[in-house]
């Protein structure tokens, strides 16, 4: 079935140094969404991509859509201390959004 | 407008024994997701209600079951608790007018099977 592996399994830096996340997968997808869990509570969609090719903003995240749609990657810039927690990628199953596929996430460290 | 809130947050049950977790969407949203998470496998999609009707399903075995009512709220049940069901239970809701809807998760239910 449709995979999607995502790179560093973790991560420890110090607050104001950028982060880059990505996650690949053997099936291509037509979108991918990042979100973000803190402790205690459920995932947070942070950005959402629809096309290949396509770079999209949140503040100090920036996401792309790969050109091949077989991956996405995932930046962020200046960290601060509330940045930590578990970041995953997921793409939908189908074309159904009730039904996301789960990168095994990157859990971030912000000393500061 | 409140978020998706599911209940109880935590919960300790012993082995053979059953389970219902429960899990009330945004009001006005229609499809409610389920996915259990564990350190091991991550989050895993259960599955899917959409107007009371099932319209995705996992690969998890039959012990696992759901249901929609028709305000939407959603149950999923447990039977025959093993070790390993010991995970973050959670629950998303969505309008499910469009293809491109955002999920939103509730907190989850964490449940430890003794």
């Known amino acids: 079935g449709q995979q999607l592996n995502q790179s560093p399994q973790s991560m420890f830096i110090q607050e104001g140094e950028d982060v880059s996340m990505n996650c690949t997968s053997s099936s291509i997808f037509n979108t991918w969404l990042w979100y973000k869990q803190d402790p205690g509570e459920g995932p947070v969609l942070l950005i959402a991509l629809y096309k290949a090719g396509e770079l999209t903003s949140n503040g100090r995240l920036t996401a792309q859509f790969g050109i091949t749609r077989k991956d996405s990657f995932l930046n962020i810039s200046a960290s601060i201390p509330s940045d930590v927690g578990i970041y995953f990628c997921a793409g939908p199953r189908g074309t159904s959004y009730g039904k996301l596929t789960f990168g095994q996430g990157t859990i971030l460290t912000v000393h500061p | 407008k409140a978020g998706v809130t599911q209940t109880p947050r935590y919960l300790i049950k012993t082995r053979g024994q059953q389970v219902t977790l429960s899990c009330s969407p945004i009001s006005g949203h229609r499809s409610v997701s389920w996915y259990q998470q564990t350190p091991g496998q991550g989050l895993q999609f259960l599955f899917e209600?959409?107007?009371?009707?099932?319209?995705n399903k996992g690969n998890f075995p039959g012990r696992f079951s759901g249901r929609q009512f028709s305000n939407s709220r959603s149950e999923m049940n447990v039977s025959t608790l093993e070790l390993g069901d010991s995970a973050l239970y959670l629950c998303?809701?969505?309008?499910?007018?469009?293809?491109?809807?955002?999920?939103?998760f509730g907190p989850g239910t964490r449940l430890l099977v003794l």
């Open positions: 998303a809701s969505s309008l499910a007018q469009t293809e491109r809807e955002t999920q939103y």
């Open positions: 209600y959409f107007s009371e009707t099932q319209r």
